[in-house]
């Protein structure tokens, strides 16, 4: 636990609170910008140690305590090949979020700040909580900073979208915390690498499926679940969508992989043929709409929706490349759309609107921003060389081995991802300026916050060799586990589906 | 008849309080020094006597009288409540100099009669204490001066009190009649089976309704909203908090009786149920706040439910616990409500408008005291919930436990109202600047403390719960 003279998760968990507090008691809008941004950087040195993560598919980092041991509960932290991607990507989210808050926010500074700060807390959390219930907590926690940052700094129509963005995302959640006491009564312990070496019933798997599986969809979003995600996304501030798009949405497919897919294999099986569905169906569905808009932030939070799609789409195609597909994805959306929602937020700043036809022909007089615009927008639809191109043909091809008519199915969805990309980018391009012409290129600033994701744009789709040998082997262990266990629960159960209507009946028939 | 006095201090003490206070009550507002400069120190000073005697245990007065953990776990609970209640009210705005001392004694006699209640293990005992501390609360309810409101809610509360009462004795002669003993010990040992022992079962259904009339239960909450409206701010934050404590107390102890799969605890299953899904709904159309949180406890009655029907010692622990969360969240929202009230007016969720700028610790406490009645984490209120739910689970109710989760989606909304309206809305109504004296802050940090580290650590007073409610189950 301490190899390195310190709890290295705890630490990332820990000192962002307490760089919260630290907020009281300093006076000062400059100050507090560069007292946040200096603990965001603190916070990543503190991460140095997890450089040293070793490529296996063991949980390391492992911290593990009591918490209230007359239910079992523990304070019980760690790392592996599915997480570790996603606590870097949410460490460097946090200071690209500060500098690009710098002169976009102007009230409320102090609060502003402090909700990255916890933020961050909690999302580093989820993704390195073993403890169920403790999970829970990070997951739930996160809730109310990105509620208040929605609530507070956002657009016009802010109080209905942070409404929205609450009561769906906690709806979702409510029965995760019944799945996770029922696998607690049944399987014993809240451990999920524990949890990760027991056999359930089918019918049991079945429920929690369900119970998880809507958590999950809500916050990635799938298609039927995904309205709140357009309005937060408008609302927010530019801050705000980038943690909502880099980090908030990876939530959910992480809990598709860390929770379904071990914990309940049998249904997850039972059920791919619907996630498969759906996820094509936000694919297709996603890319669709995002074509019709005339908001820029609307057309990426659509685009969000279809490129999640993908994700989803790589985790219930079970095979190694679907699920590297999904994982690499993961990180690339965070990267690129994150980027984007920052370009937002720049262009904002001086156009005062996110509507399309207000921001034209930026091609002439802000070379650098349309630079940037071009390269995010290339790296969004997948073109060869950036990191998107990776991540979605990982997807492809896992889909291809898959059936060939899931495989032909996404392939208007990668058409039209170009399509409304290059369709706002030509815009923003060569429309004719309106008034562009008295507005400053990049400043230096903004030139930092978006040039450190080009370059992990590029690294990742120029040299993914290591990013692969961090996840393969946890992907592989996950897979193997799956195949392996898929199965023993199978011969128990014939027809499930006939069960639990009898028991759903049964159930109502109790209750009369 | 064996009485030690020792076992019983913190009783003691209280009755000291109230003999001090009724002294004090016989003068005038010249006496000194007033009651508000000694008071708030003696309560407590009570509270720390409670923890002491944490360790009491024993039986006096004919076996009627019993000290174990649950007792003494509910005494330090009340003492606790009452020291804050007693703070909270040192500044009521609508209480008449003259009638001050009164106040806090019939404050007093109330809390004592709780005290009793939680250590009575005989109905007739039970009964007794009960009105002990009901009585003390008709009267304290109309006293909110220059408001027919409060007289209202005085007669609505009476009336309801009267009737709960009068169902409960009723059955309590069923009970006598049936089992032959009203000894709880005694009764455990029978069939409560509707086959068995039918007028029984009505009997002890009837005399729980005195209970649920306290915990503000469906059906018989409808009092609730009203009086907490019409009742002064310091007044409801009482009548919210610690009188439910002394109906979980007891519904704990009779909870030996309600095996699982019984018709009475199935009945007790779907009252929570409906209590907590009813009370949720209404809260949801309401302005005031304070009729927000009367829905709220009516809610709050239901999630309570799902403890006691689970049948094990750990139900009982965790309904014990939600008891003690359920206070002091309350306590919180209440405290900031009586202080942003200044003048003791009663707030409509407009008035919260723009707090995070005119009392920011006032409404940072809140928020929590929001959340954690929600039932997000880190907070006291989400603990609470998850070991009610890992406690009930499996056993036999996991439709109500999952109506309990579900419950949640719909609470959100209300409480998050006021959340909004303290951090998001600007636009400010008329009315008295909040109080932000040193005294109010501290008071609702503290609270808001207390609200966060219960939450993340709760598990010494979950262990005391716990032996609690194995000292029941054996």
Redesign the interface.
């Known amino acids: 636990m301490l190899d390195y003279g310190y709890p290295v998760l705890s630490s990332l968990v820990v000192f962002p609170l307490l760089a919260a507090a630290g907020l009281f008691i300093i006076r000062g809008e400059a100050v507090v910008r560069g007292y946040t941004l200096a603990a965001s950087i603190f916070e990543i040195i503190l991460a140095i140690p997890l450089v040293t993560y070793k490529f296996s598919a063991d949980f390391q980092f492992v911290e593990r305590i009591a918490?209230?041991?007359?239910?079992g509960l523990e304070y019980h932290l760690a790392v592996d090949g599915i997480s570790i991607l996603m606590i870097w990507l949410t460490l460097f989210t946090l200071p690209l979020c500060v500098l690009c808050s710098w002169t976009y926010i102007s009230k409320?500074i102090k609060?502003f700040h402090f909700c990255l700060l916890f933020m961050t807390a909690a999302c580093v959390g989820v993704f390195t909580a073993m403890d169920l219930?403790l999970f829970?907590?990070?997951w739930?926690?996160m809730?109310?900073p990105m509620?208040?940052l929605i609530?507070?700094w956002g657009g016009d129509d802010?109080?209905y979208a942070?409404?929205k963005f609450?009561?769906y995302t906690?709806?979702g959640s409510?029965?995760l915390?019944?799945a996770i006491?029922?696998f607690?009564?049944?399987g014993g312990t809240f451990s999920i690498p524990e949890l990760m070496q027991q056999t359930f019933s089918f019918r049991f798997q079945f429920w929690c499926f369900l119970a998880m599986a809507l958590a999950f969809a809500i916050k990635v979003p799938m298609f039927p679940f995904h309205t709140w995600l357009p309005a937060a996304h408008v609302q927010a501030p530019s801050a705000g969508s980038v943690i909502l798009a880099a980090i908030l949405l990876k939530m959910g497919t992480y809990g598709f992989l860390r929770f379904c897919l071990p914990l309940t294999p049998a249904a997850s099986e039972y059920f791919a043929p619907m996630m498969i569905a759906i996820s094509i169906a936000s694919i297709l569905y996603g890319g669709a709409v995002a074509l019709g808009q005339s908001d820029i932030k609307k057309l990426i939070a659509y685009s969000s929706v279809g490129h999640m799609g993908f994700v989803t789409l790589g985790i219930f195609l079970f095979n190694l490349r679907g699920v590297e597909g999904a994982l690499f994805q993961m990180l690339n959306h965070g990267i690129v759309t994150g980027g984007l929602f920052m370009m937002i937020g720049t262009v904002y700043e001086r156009s005062h609107s996110r509507d399309i036809d207000k921001n034209l022909g930026l091609g002439k007089y802000l070379p650098a921003f349309m630079f940037f615009w071009g390269l995010y927008s290339l790296a969004s639809f997948g073109f060869p060389g950036t990191n998107g191109f990776v991540g979605e043909a990982l997807v492809f091809v896992g889909a291809f081995q898959n059936s060939l008519l899931v495989g032909f199915l996404i392939v208007p969805g990668a058409l039209l991802a170009a399509a409304y990309m290059f369709r706002v980018g030509l815009k923003l391009a060569w429309g004719t300026p309106s008034s562009a012409k008295t507005w400053k290129d990049l400043n230096t600033r903004e030139w930092i916050y978006l040039l450190i994701p080009a370059v992990m744009v590029f690294y990742i789709g120029l040299a993914p060799s290591i990013f692969f040998r961090m996840i393969d082997p946890s992907v592989e262990k996950l897979l193997a586990d799956y195949h392996s266990r898929k199965q023993v629960a199978e011969t128990v159960e014939e027809h499930p589906m006939q069960t639990a209507a009898r028991e759903l009946f049964g159930?109502a028939a109790a209750?009369n | 008849m064996n009485f030690s006095p020792t076992l019983v201090v913190p009783e003691l003490f209280q009755f000291l309080l109230i003999m001090a206070l009724f002294i004090q009550s016989l003068g005038n507002r010249s006496w000194e020094p007033h009651v508000e400069k000694w008071l708030p120190l003696f309560a407590g000073l009570g509270f720390f006597v409670a923890i002491v005697s944490f360790k009491s245990s024993g039986v006096m007065f004919y076996d009627v009288y019993k000290l174990d953990a649950l007792s003494q776990f509910f005494k330090i609970v009340i003492a606790a409540g009452f020291f804050v209640a007693v703070l909270n009210a040192t500044r009521q705005p609508t209480l008449e100099g003259e009638k001050r001392s009164d106040y806090y004694m019939f404050l007093a006699l109330s809390a004592w009669g709780l005290m009793i209640l939680s250590s009575a293990t005989e109905l007739f005992t039970i009964y007794l204490a009960l009105e002990l501390s009901s009585y003390s609360l008709y009267t304290l309810i109309p006293l909110r001066a220059h408001d027919k409101r409060a007289a209202e809610a005085g007669i609505k509360y009476i009336l309801f009190g009267a009737v709960a009462t009068a169902l409960s004795l009723y059955g309590l002669s069923y009970v006598l009649a049936a089992q032959h003993t009203t000894y709880i010990a005694a009764l455990s040992a029978k069939s409560w089976a509707w086959a068995d022992a039918p007028m029984a079962v009505v009997g002890l259904s009837l005399f729980l309704a005195g209970m649920f009339y306290k915990l503000a239960l469906f059906p018989l909450h409808f009092w609730c909203p009203d009086v907490y409206q019409g009742a002064s701010n310091e007044t409801a934050a009482y009548v919210a908090t610690l009188p439910k404590l002394g109906a979980v107390v007891i519904l704990v102890r009779l909870a030996t009786l309600l095996k699982p799969g019984l018709e009475i605890t199935t009945t007790l299953a779907w009252l929570g149920a409906i209590s907590m899904t009813f009370g949720n709904i209404c809260a949801l159309a309401q302005k005031d706040v304070k009729r927000i949180l009367g829905f709220s406890s009516v809610a709050h009655a239901g999630y309570v439910m799902v403890g006691l029907v689970a049948g094990t010692a750990q139900g009982l622990a965790a309904a014990a616990f939600y008891a003690l969360a359920y206070v002091v969240m309350n306590l919180l929202a209440f405290w900031v409500i009586s202080r942003v009230a200044s003048d003791g007016r009663n707030l409509v969720l407009d008035d919260l408008n723009g707090l995070y700028k005119r009392a920011p610790a006032l409404a940072f406490s809140l928020g929590v005291g929001a959340f954690a009645l929600v039932g997000l984490p880190p907070t006291v209120g989400f603990i609470g919930k998850f070991f009610l739910i890992t406690a009930a689970w499996n056993q036999g109710y996991n439709w109500l436990v999952i109506t309990l989760a579900v419950n949640s989606a719909f609470a959100i909304y209300y409480y998050l109202s006021l959340v909004r309206h303290a951090y998001t809305e600007d636009t400010l109504t008329e009315g008295a600047a909040p109080d932000t004296s040193v005294f109010s802050v501290v008071g609702a940090g503290l609270l808001a403390a207390l609200v966060l580290i219960l939450g993340l650590i709760p598990a010494p007073i979950f262990d005391f719960a716990v032996a609690a409610g194995q000292g029941l189950m054996h």
């Open positions: 918490w209230v041991s007359q239910w409320r609060e219930v829970y907590v990070f739930e926690a809730l109310i509620y208040l609530a507070v802010r109080k942070s409404i609450f009561l906690l709806a409510t029965l915390l019944v006491v029922a607690r009564i049944t159930i209750k």
